[in-house]
C-alpha cells in the first residue's frame, strides 16, 4: 500500500501492471486550529459506466483523502485512463465514494503547523513542520518554551517584527468578495511581487471555476474544473457548480447525464470489446470489462 496527501505523493497502480504503487501554544494543553478531512486506504477496482457499457478501469491501491483528490486524478495513471471515458467530475465522484465506503475510512482532525500524512495504517497520520515539535499526547503541534512563536516559526527568537499588517492585508482581501462569490487566483500572477493577484467569482456559474478556484488563492486549494476545456465541447454551461454540455464537437458524442463529450470511435471500439485501444496511450494494458 502507497501514500497519498497533499504533499506527499505515490500513486498507486496494481491491476494495470504497474507498481503498486495557531498559532500553536507552548503548553500542550492548548489546542490550536485544526483543520478536517477524511482519509482511507483503498485496494479497490476503479470502474466507470461508459453508455451502459461497465468497464474497470483498473486498480486504485493507495491510501487517498478527499483534499488530495483533485491533485490525485491528475497524476494517476488509472484515474487518468477513467478520465478520457467518462470525465473528472465522474471519475472524482467514484474516488470519493471508495474514500468514504473504505472500511477504515477516518474522519480525520490535523492540528496547524503540520502536513498530513495519509499511510496503511495510519490514514489521519500527520508531520509537524516550521519548528513545532508533536506534543506528548501525539495530538497537536507545539512550540515548547523556551522557543515561541514568530510571524508562524517557532525558534528561540529574542524578538519578533509584528506580521499584524500582512495579516490583516490577507483579512481584507479573503472578505472582500461579495455573497456567493469566492476570491480565486488569477493566470500567471501567482508571486508578482510576493503578492497573489485575485478577483471575485462566483464558481456556481463560472465557465472557467466551476465548482471551485481553477487557480489557488492563499491557502484555498484549486479544485475547479474549466469546463471550456473539456475535450469535444461546443456549447456548456456551469450550473450549480457542475458543468453541463449542451452540445460537442463533430466526431463527438454527448455523455448521458451531458457531463462530458466522448469520441466517436472510442466508443465504437468499446462496443466491440477493444477496450484497450479505446484508452488512448495505454494500448499496451490489459484491462477487461467488468464481469455482470
Not at 36 to 62: P, R
Not at 124 to 153: R, T, Y
Request: one cysteine or more.
Amino acid at each position: 500500500m502507497r501514500f497519498f496527501t497533499p504533499g506527499v505523493f505515490a500513486a498507486g497502480v496494481g491491476f494495470l501492471s504497474l507498481a503498486s504503487s495557531s498559532n500553536a501554544r507552548a503548553a500542550y494543553k492548548l489546542r490550536s486550529r485544526t483543520t478536517t478531512d477524511v482519509c482511507a486506504n483503498i485496494d479497490a477496482d476503479l470502474s466507470v459506466d461508459v453508455f451502459g457499457i461497465a468497464i474497470t478501469v483498473g486498480l486504485i491501491d493507495v491510501c487517498l483523502c478527499l483534499s488530495a483528490i483533485p491533485v490525485f486524478i491528475k497524476t494517476n495513471v488509472v484515474a487518468i485512463a477513467g478520465i478520457t471515458l467518462v470525465g473528472e467530475a465522474a471519475v472524482e465522484a467514484n474516488l470519493e465514494a471508495m474514500v468514504n465506503n473504505a472500511p477504515d475510512h477516518q474522519s480525520c482532525i490535523y492540528p496547524d503547523n503540520c502536513d498530513p500524512i495519509c499511510s496503511h495504517g495510519s490514514p489521519c497520520g500527520f508531520q509537524c513542520k516550521n519548528g513545532f515539535v508533536l506534543s506528548p499526547d501525539h495530538k497537536d503541534c507545539i512550540c515548547p518554551a523556551p522557543n515561541k512563536v514568530c510571524n508562524g516559526i517557532c525558534g528561540p527568537f529574542k524578538s519578533c517584527p509584528s506580521s499584524g499588517p500582512k495579516k490583516r492585508e490577507d483579512l481584507e482581501r479573503r472578505v472582500s468578495c461579495g455573497a456567493g462569490q469566492t476570491a480565486c487566483g488569477v493566470y500567471g500572477w501567482q508571486g508578482f511581487n510576493s503578492v497573489d493577484a485575485w478577483e471575485c467569482i462566483d464558481t456556481k456559474t463560472d465557465l472557467e471555476s466551476c465548482g471551485g478556484c481553477m487557480v489557488p488563492f492563499g491557502r484555498t486549494p484549486a479544485h475547479g474544473i474549466d469546463c471550456t476545456a473539456i475535450p469535444g465541447v461546443m456549447d456548456v454551461n456551469c450550473i450549480s457548480g457542475s458543468c453541463v454540455v449542451r452540445r460537442c464537437q463533430p466526431g463527438y458524442v454527448l455523455s448521458l447525464d451531458n457531463t462530458f463529450c466522448l469520441e466517436a470511435d472510442r466508443i465504437a471500439k468499446l462496443k466491440a470489446g477493444d477496450i484497450p485501444a479505446a484508452l488512448y496511450g495505454l494500448e499496451h494494458v490489459p484491462l477487461q470489462k467488468k464481469s455482470a
